[in-house]
């Protein structure tokens, strides 16, 4: 059974910054892409970012896309997120997730199989 576990959310002012990161453990981690979502309050659960098992592939949300930057260090077992420029917009829950099967498009919440609890982040205006 594999655990995710993200950390380092909190509250920050528009145009901030915060790394937030996910610490996997129970399974080879380098051996699965890795991907970041967020849920506000009332929303679905919307792709930010995708790492591949390698981190040599990244893929971007385009409202994410020149902020964010998705990383992994395989060594650690854990994947990030650096978060710059971030707007009142940002703010929701993050995740991270365990890619799973390749049926589904990196961006489609199927194709992930292990959840984390999820940081929340909130920006100010």
Known sequence: QVQLVESGGGLVQAGGSLRLSCAASGRTFSTDGMGWFRQAPGKEREFVAHISRSGINTNYADSVKGRFTISRDNAKNT??????????????????????????IYSSHLGYDNWGQGTQVTVSS
């Not at 707007?87 to 829950?93: G, L």
């Open 79 to 104: 994947v990030y997120i650096q978060m710059n420029s971030l707007k009142p917009e940002d703010t929701a829950v993050y995740y991270c997730a365990r890619r799973g099967s390749g049926r589904y």
